[in-house]
């Protein structure tokens, strides 16, 4: 087995880092406190292709699989965990969910425009009384002649102010819990779409967070995005890959909060000596090390069998629920690193931790990963 990334990835992962320590870095806080992301940046990005990682190249992307896109994401997590996640939910979830569902024709119609960044995308699931538990989506949609007819709301949705469009799931038939819901595709200009304020968060603040309402909104009948009533399978499938991209961007707040731990340590004095040079702060930061690196692991392997086209269910519930924990932990231990300055909004630490948090609730929490985890653990017991 080969630990290396090839001769490509390494140049993506300088790039991409290379941009992230000198756009994003020295705007996070600025952007952590005002909640947005400038549009000059967002072209920037688009630019250079990192609004498109996953789509093809003759759709305008630039076409770097899920190993490249856990590359492109951690880099942009080490310096701000919102500008990760808009990323995270434009590629991962809504041209994922494009790319795997819809037919030529919307691919042609929405993937380029996603792709050079001509406009952000937004995945619609959550629903005010379904997260877990999504199949309990209330939102539904009534064919009306050539038309759909939808009614009902989704919360928690991450690019909602600024997406130009929506893949938006509804219930379309009460025979199965989850052989009942499809998936739509929705312009931001359609008329009885209704986008709600954005929330006030605790963290992952850069990104934007809103709930929808559609009232009586109508949109054509060919805007149905995969077949009719297995929207929410074609779900699982965004969610399995999209887990791996919030299992990378885990690992870069996780490895943000060590170097920043880090170069604290090296300069900071305590009872006449360097912090770095108390070895209990050492083996802090030790395990810190070796458990990002462990959940790095993690993520690749499974954007490695997402690229060789096999299943990742449980690949992917492993990363994201290991990546995300040591997340937090390691965010936790740089504060405690720190001290006093760590808890202040002058050192990125306090800003990371905040971030992290939302990874081990955001597309399944750890709970939820650890059920798909067992359950996968004794299928696999009862095939053998």
């Known amino acids: ?65 899920y190993l490249g896109n856990a590359i492109v994401i951690e880099e942009f997590a080490r310096q701000c965990g919102g500008t990760a996640l808009m990323l995270a939910a434009h590629n991962g979830l809504c041209l994922g969910h494009i790319l795997h569902a819809a037919s030529d024709e919307q691919k042609k119609k929405y993937v380029p425009p996603l792709a050079r960044g001509d406009m952000l995308g937004s ?8 997260g877990s538990d999504a199949a309990a989506l209330e939102t539904r949609a009534v064919l009306d002649g050539d038309e759909w007819v939808i009614n009902g709301s989704k919360m928690f949705i991450t690019n909602g102010s600024k997406a130009g469009v929506f893949v938006v799931t509804a219930r379309t038939s009460d025979e199965s819990k989850t052989k009942g819901i499809s998936a739509f595709l929705v312009d931001r200009d359609t008329k009885g779409l209704h986008i709600g304020p954005k929330e006030d968060k605790m963290g992952m603040r850069a990104s934007d967070t809103v709930p929808l309402t559609f009232e009586d909104m109508r949109i054509p009948k060919e805007n149905l995005c995969g077949q009719l009533n ?29 170097e920043e731990a880090v170069a604290y340590a090296q300069t900071r004095e305590q009872f006449g000596k360097p912090l770095i040079k108390h070895q209990t702060l050492q083996f802090m930061l030790a395990d810190m090390a070796m458990e990002t690196d462990a959940a790095r692991i993690l993520v690749r392997k499974a954007a490695i069998k997402q690229d060789a086209g096999e299943s ?73």
């Open 1 to 65: 087995m080969n630990f290396e990334l090839p001769e490509e990835m390494v140049a993506l992962r300088e790039m991409t880092r290379k941009f992230a320590a000198e756009e994003i870095g020295p705007n996070a806080r600025e952007w952590d406190r005002t909640g947005e992301i400038p549009e000059e940046s967002i072209r920037k990005m688009g630019e250079l292709g990192f609004l498109g990682t996953i789509a093809p190249t003759d759709l305008d992307g630039a076409e770097l699989g």
């Open 230 to 258: 297995m929207g929410f399978i074609d779900c699982l499938k965004v969610l399995e890959r999209g887990r791996i991209t919030i299992g990378s961007l885990s690992v870069g707040l996780s490895r943000g909060a060590l």
């Open 312 to 384: 990742s269910e449980m690949e992917s519930s492993m990363c994201k629920l290991f990546a995300s924990e040591i997340a937090t932990k390691s965010c936790l231990n740089a504060i405690q690193i720190c001290g006093g300055y760590g808890y202040i909004k002058e050192m990125p630490v306090e800003r990371l931790m905040r971030d992290a948090k939302l990874c081990e609730i955001g597309e399944g929490s750890s709970q939820v990963q650890r059920m798909i985890i067992s359950k996968k653990l004794l299928d696999m017991k009862k095939a053998n």
């Open 123 to 130: 995945w619609c699931l959550t629903e005010p009384c379904s």
